[in-house]
């Protein structure tokens, strides 16, 4: 067995908990939250630099919305049991790079590890999200390769994997579809905002030494999962 082969065998393994992977960035996450500071001493700053990270996070988050939103039914998503790609994927995000959704989960994360503002902690992110993905990648791009022989040269030919190439643009064929994206992220949405939320609270008693809940984490965490229950009830009924 090559080195090659050795590596997408590790990738096929890796992919029914690719989603979860970076979680094991938490260690570093923890590690971090111990010289956790307010940035200058200021608590006003302290949220300007949350709301940065908050917003970085939904970017990445919206870039999965979109893409799932517009991909056709059994392609793109949370899939985990096995790769499945019923048509191969080449209008809309997938026409200007390979892999959106992994984009999309690289900005969620990197959001969240910028929280502390450790710099180490989001280099660490990095490399570790890049160790653990590209086998998961190379055993996907592989099954593609299988799958779609000729058509898939073609499109990997002309599209980058992680950087957009914005001339290669072509419209979704598929319309976007909102029933899917709740079906689908609903659980997404919730992790972001609970993570957040997590970090704040820890955040506040190392800076403070005491408990503190600020009113817009309390917001926003209950807008969270007041959604996440909602939908996945509605989910469990098969209504969505």
């Not at 180490?120 to 779609?148: H, Q, T």
């Not at 919730?190 to 809940?213: H, P, Q, R």
Request: charged letters at 20%; a positive charge; glycine letters at 6%.
């Amino acid at each position: 067995m090559t080195l090659r082969e050795k590596i997408e065998k590790t990738g096929s393994r890796l992919f029914r908990w690719r989603s979860y992977l970076p979680l094991l960035a938490g260690g570093f996450v923890v590690v971090g939250m111990k010289q956790f500071h307010y940035p200058l001493n200021s608590h006003y700053w302290d949220h300007a630099w949350e709301a940065v990270c908050l917003t970085i996070s939904f970017c990445g988050f919206a870039v999965r919305i979109y893409t799932v939103g517009h991909a056709p039914p059994r392609t793109s998503g949370r899939n985990t049991r096995q790769q499945v790609a019923d048509v191969l994927n080449t209008t809309g995000l997938y026409s200007i790079l390979r892999h959106p959704l992994y984009l999309g989960n690289f900005f969620i994360w990197l959001g969240i590890s910028m929280f502390i503002h450790l710099w180490w902690v989001s280099l660490m992110f990095v490399l570790m999200f890049l160790i653990i993905y590209k086998p998961i990648i190379m055993a996907e791009e592989k099954f593609l390769k299988e799958k779609f022989g000729n058509e898939y040269e073609s499109w990997v030919n002309m599209t980058p994997a992680f950087y957009p190439r914005l001339k290669n643009w072509k419209n979704p064929k598929s319309p976007f579809s909102l029933k899917r994206v709740l079906k689908k992220e609903y659980s997404g949405f919730f992790a972001i905002i609970a993570s957040f939320t997590c970090l704040e609270v820890i955040g506040d008693l190392v800076v403070e030494g005491k408990l503190k809940l600020d009113l817009m984490w309390i917001i926003l965490f209950s807008i969270g999962l007041i959604t996440y229950l909602t939908l996945r009830t509605l989910k469990k009924k098969f209504i969505i």
